[in-house]
Nanobody
């Protein structure tokens, strides 16, 4: 079965950095676009970043542009989210997701993804 397992979350001070990893198994990884979403209690999941199947194209939410970067290593079936200059408002559970397509300039929604990880908590203290 398909599994997406996030890791790398934790507690960090404002201005710090974290790198999240999402290890995929049970699917042909380079056939899937990947995405990152986040969620805080009482709200729906918010798009953070997306990356195309070959890793050449990415899309970031306006709220994280210039601070977060997503990349992937198809040989390792892993996608990364490098988060720099973290702010308290970045505190959330972060999820990775796998979907069929990536479209340049399009902001993905949850429904565009078929598989989801269990999430990893990121807490940014002020």
């Amino acid at each position: 079965q398909v599994q997406l397992v996030e890791s790398g979350g934790g507690l960090v001070q404002a201005g710090g950095s974290l790198r999240l990893l999402c290890a995929a198994s049970g699917l042909t990884f380079d056939s899937y676009a990947m995405g990152w979403f986040r969620q805080v209690p009482g709200k729906g999941r918010e798009f953070v970043a997306a990356i195309s199947r070959n890793g050449y194209s990415t899309t970031n939410a306006n709220s994280v542009k210039g601070r977060f970067t997503t990349s992937r290593d198809n040989a390792k079936n892993t996608v990364y989210l490098q988060m720099n200059s973290l702010k308290p408002e970045d505190t959330a559970v972060y999820y990775c997701a796998a979907g069929a397509t990536y479209r340049s300039g399009y902001v993905p929604r949850e429904r565009d993804y078929d598989y989801w990880g269990q999430g990893t908590q990121v807490t940014v203290s002020s």
